[in-house]
């Protein structure tokens, strides 16, 4: 069973407008990080944002927040006030477990494309 | 501070060629990752490190290793290459220091593109 799942290949959105990208995931470890990236067609990962299994507040940074529900396994992220510059792969991450050199496990990602 | 640089960035190898890609963090991060990238999926953990001198397999290490001599560099090689080892390799680095690491981020080098023909 995939243990992140992103079941939008593509979204598309207008300037300006808010849009969310949805992630749930599955873990039985108590002790758990959510991330997610972007990654522009340039290539490179960009960190967005942070959400701990532990966190009793949604995690923003900026335009970005993190709609965490735990109890349905849900992490999506949300982009207020869409920007061109926001056309990019989106990628939902876990880190599962108290322990050190855990990797990331990732979703397959979702396409968003932003228009004017 | 540079952050995770990655040499090279495009490289095109015959199969049954080797080759070396190379990692350097300047955070002095303990743990270091490889990880590749192939089209439609996320990306896939190959090996790690959690300190000099140490490493470890992840999901898909098949045709690949890898060595942490110094703290600041994670080498991979790929001893003879396949046409399936055609992808986005992306090195990563994170503190993971002082207990919770899940609350830790992976900062990510800009990634080489190899092509085996």
């Known amino acids: 069973a995939q243990k992140i799942t992103q079941t939008q290949p593509g979204m598309f959105v207008q300037e300006k407008e808010a849009v969310t990208l949805d992630c749930t995931y599955d873990t039985s470890d108590p002790s758990y990080g959510l991330f997610w990236y972007k990654q522009p067609s340039s290539g490179e990962m960009i960190f967005l944002i942070y959400q701990g299994s532990y966190d009793q507040q949604n995690a923003t940074e900026g335009r970005y927040s993190l709609n965490f529900q735990k109890a349905r396994k849900s992490a999506n992220l949300v982009i207020s006030a869409s920007q061109l510059g926001d056309s990019a792969m989106y990628f939902c991450a876990m880190r599962e477990g108290n322990q050190a050199g855990t990797a990331l496990i990732f979703g397959k990602g979702t396409t968003l494309s932003v228009s004017s | 501070n540079a952050g995770v640089t990655q040499t090279p960035k495009f490289r095109v190898l015959k199969t049954g060629q080797s080759m070396t890609l190379l990692c350097a963090q300047d955070?002095?991060?303990?743990?270091m990752y490889w990880y590749r990238q192939d089209p439609g999926m996320g990306l896939r953990l190959i090996h790690y490190?959690?300190?000099?001198?140490?490493?470890a397999k992840g999901e898909v290490p098949d045709g690949y290793n890898v060595s942490r001599l110094k703290k600041q560099n994670f080498l991979l090689g790929l001893e003879s290459a396949a046409p399936s080892q055609t992808s986005v390799y992306f090195c990563?680095?994170?503190?993971?220091?002082?207990?919770?690491?899940?609350?830790?981020?992976?900062?990510f080098g800009p990634g080489t593109r190899l092509t085996v023909t």
């Open positions: 990563a680095s994170s503190l993971d220091a002082g207990g919770q690491y899940w609350i830790y981020e992976q900062y």
């Open positions: 490190s959690v300190g000099e001198g140490t490493t």
């Open positions: 955070m002095n991060h303990e743990y």
